[in-house]
């Protein structure tokens, strides 16, 4: 409904013009925010540079003179302060990203686990749930912190397979050397996940057409591993493990992840893990039962219904909330600060000290949270708008 | 996150306060001294806990040398060194919370640098302890020196000045390391006893408490000898109010200067009625005006040696048994350290 259409017959005097008192507020409104902002910044400039506080962001650029534990690219103690900030940006962004994937994986599994008719895994989902929720993400955080300190020392380290380790110096396992065929095998997983789309969009064409269902998990599986798979094999199927192994203090080589990092990682997404169990289960009993009974009664298979019946509902109530879910989890990160995991706020916090200037280095950390929320924002608005139901 | 976005918070209302406060004239006390003296008590910012310098009993009693310079400083501007509220702060918050007047003071093991005196806006009197940053090592790992540490993971606080040394030291020696940087003190050393680290890096003088009462058996861990940089530890203040700053400077020379002249908290009455010399006559009050011309009570220094004690006295007290830390450098001048007081006249 636009603004003209409200538009009052004029009596008298334009004050009582609806739509030319709601511009009035809203200007004076901006106007407002606008000086108590104003206010705000010219406060600050004017008594950091009465007390003599350096001001400016000529820091970003001087050498930092700080090593920082684990990065994502290269850095030096010789490196500015805006790369260590980028290092930071990095692990948050790391620690976030993986976060997001699993504890959705873990909270979809939770969430129809807890409305399975199997005693067993309803039971182990809802205690997962109550205990993952009612417990602070401080905790949880510290708590694994703490448990990843109590493992044994790397000379007596665990070992779940040969040639990965579990100790107090975090998890380290084999990992695949660099090799420049990689790159070409991940546009072949895009091209796979690109034929996956389009056989899915075929056979529900055929299927609207014809009446005929075409099964596509497992030819839509052989497509998405088929299609990188062919692409390694044409590179002669290059693979050398770097396998780690213990040299002087620490393991060297293979994939190293930080205790920190394992702690983090596990603490948040076990609490964003649970949330997410709640919002599918009521997602999937918010689809009447009705509808589930009449998919039966014209003979739709059972898993026809839960592809084709229920999930498609069942989304429009899900993903609103798990947006939410993403962003708390983003901003959770932050709690790395606590077990020394050095994400954003972590080399945020040692910036501003080795600096003194802690309006900018927090400028810059609530900066960049707002951008990473909004691009996770603007990434699920578009993900609701397709799954949404068209009403029609 | 919610701390920074406090400080951050802090700041602004501090500095939207202290706008008023401005241009004082110098008969009357300047603003802090004006603040503490209404308030009746000094906010003192201090270490969350070590050994030495600043921790608190089991009865909540804090005990340290940092800690006895705040009651030095209220005993000469209040006369009583008990009326002191101690704030407990990290190394990332303990200049912002100077910065924005939450504490009036820092005297929290904190390095003089010319970063710290300059851009961030701050003064700091005469060092009151030199020391150097140090490493603790477990024995079992079978490091005996620094050129032994290559490849280790090295448990320190963030925005130290030991953060920094070690990147110069270990980039000077071309050996790689794993930083673990806690802000919070017991993480910190928590990680290293349980093994996250092989080794715990501070100030030197800091290692000895944690050896002697975080480790489960002392005997396990060495401190590795050398001290490989110079930190001298002093009392900040904010810059900008003078006043404030001269008494921090001269409460500290005077603890120097009665240790040099033998007074102590126990003959300090005694020879002030009694002495003939001039100086010990000026510092506790009997004859001159030093009180006045810092705009204090004339017996200030005669109160922060009856209850606080000379520099010998505080040294004594927070580095006696059980840690028994050498005075090396500590010492007075006149005994090949440091400590060196300024004339008092």
């Known amino acids: 409904m636009s603004a003209s259409d409200n538009k009052q017959p004029t009596q008298g005097s334009f004050i009582y013009d609806q739509w030319f008192r709601s511009i009035v507020y809203q200007v004076l409104l901006a106007v407002g925010l606008g000086y108590v902002g104003w206010a705000l910044f010219s406060n600050v400039i004017e008594n950091l540079d009465r007390q003599g506080i350096a001001t400016g962001w000529d820091f970003l650029w001087t050498a930092s003179g700080f090593d920082i534990g684990e990065s994502v690219i290269e850095y030096d103690a010789g490196d500015s302060y805006g790369r260590a900030l980028l290092v930071g940006f990095l692990n948050t962004l790391r620690v976030a990203f993986l976060g997001i994937i699993f504890a959705t994986i873990l909270g979809v599994f939770m969430g129809i686990a807890r409305v399975s008719k199997n005693w067993l895994l309803s039971t182990i989902s809802s205690w997962f749930v109550e205990i993952g929720r009612n417990v602070p993400v401080v905790l949880h955080v510290i708590f694994w912190g703490t448990i990843i300190l109590l493992l044994p020392q790397p000379r007596d380290a665990m070992i779940p397979f040969e040639g990965a380790f579990i100790m107090n110096r975090g998890i380290v396992m084999p990992f695949p050397v660099y090799n420049d065929a990689y790159p070409w095998v991940g546009l072949g997983l895009i091209a796979g996940i690109v034929g996956v789309v389009l056989l899915n969009r075929w056979a529900q064409r055929k299927r609207e057409r014809t009446g005929q269902y075409v099964g596509t998990l497992w030819s839509g599986l052989a497509v998405l591993i088929g299609c990188p798979l062919v692409v390694w094999l044409a590179f002669g199927a290059p693979l050398i493990w770097d396998v780690p192994s213990l040299q002087g203090f620490n393991f060297k080589g293979g994939l190293q992840l930080s205790p920190e990092f394992v702690a983090l990682f596990v603490g948040i997404t076990v609490y964003t893990a649970s949330f997410i169990a709640e919002i599918v289960r009521s997602g999937i009993q918010s689809v009447p039962g009705g509808q589930i009974e009449a998919a039966g009664a014209v003979g739709l298979r059972q898993g026809f219904i839960m592809r084709y019946v229920v999930i498609p509902q069942a989304l429009r109530v899900i993903v609103p909330p798990t947006a939410s879910q993403y962003l708390s989890l983003t901003k959770n990160s932050s709690l790395g600060v606590l077990i020394g995991y050095p994400d954003l706020v972590n080399i945020g916090n040692t910036t501003l000290n080795q600096t003194g200037q802690a309006v900018e280095a927090i400028t810059i950390m609530m900066l960049v949270y707002l951008a990473i929320s909004i691009v996770i924002s603007l990434f699920m608005n578009f993900y609701n708008r397709v799954v949404a139901i068209k009403e029609r | ?345």
């Open chain 2, 1 to 345: 996150m919610t701390k920074s976005i406090k400080t951050f918070a802090a700041l602004a209302i501090a500095g939207a306060v202290s706008m008023t406060s401005v241009g004082v004239a110098l008969a009357e006390d300047g603003p802090t001294v004006k603040a503490v003296k209404e308030r009746g008590e000094v906010l003192c910012g201090v270490h969350q806990g070590r050994y030495g310098f600043a921790i608190a009993d089991n009865q909540g009693k804090w005990k340290g040398l940092d800690v006895d310079y705040c009651r030095a400083v209220a005993a000469a501007v209040l006369g009583d060194s008990e009326k002191v509220k101690y704030i407990p702060l990290g190394s990332v918050q303990r200049f912002p919370a100077l910065q924005s007047g939450e504490v009036d003071m820092l005297s929290r093991t904190t390095t003089v640098t010319l970063t710290r005196d300059s851009a961030l806006g701050l003064n700091f009197g005469p060092p009151t302890f030199y020391t150097g940053t140090g490493f603790m090592v477990r024995k079992s790992i079978g490091a005996t020196k620094v050129e032994d540490l290559a490849g280790a993971a090295v448990c320190v606080f963030p925005g130290s000045t030991t953060e920094k040394n070690i990147a110069a030291l270990f980039a000077a020696k071309k050996m790689t390391y794993t930083p673990v940087v806690i802000e919070s003190s017991k993480q910190l050393v928590s990680s290293y006893m349980t093994g996250r680290c092989d080794v715990l890096s501070m100030d030197q003088a800091g290692l000895p408490g944690h050896q002697q009462f975080d480790a489960d058996n002392p005997a396990d861990h060495m401190i590795l000898p050398g001290v490989f940089s110079k930190e001298p530890l002093g009392v900040g203040v904010r810059a900008g109010d003078d006043q404030w700053f001269d008494i921090i400077k001269w409460v500290t020379h005077a603890t120097f200067n009665a240790e040099e002249w033998g007074i102590t908290s126990a003959n300090a009455a005694e020879l002030k009625a009694s002495t003939t010399d001039i100086n010990i006559q000026r510092l506790l009050g009997a004859k001159g005006d030093l009180g006045k011309k810092l705009g204090l009570e004339n017996d200030w220094a005669y109160n922060v040696i009856t209850q606080v004690g000379n520099y010998g006295e505080i040294y004594a007290r927070n580095w006696g048994p059980p840690l028994n830390l050498d005075r090396g450098i500590n010492n007075l001048w006149t005994n090949g350290g440091l400590m060196y007081g300024f004339p008092m006249k």
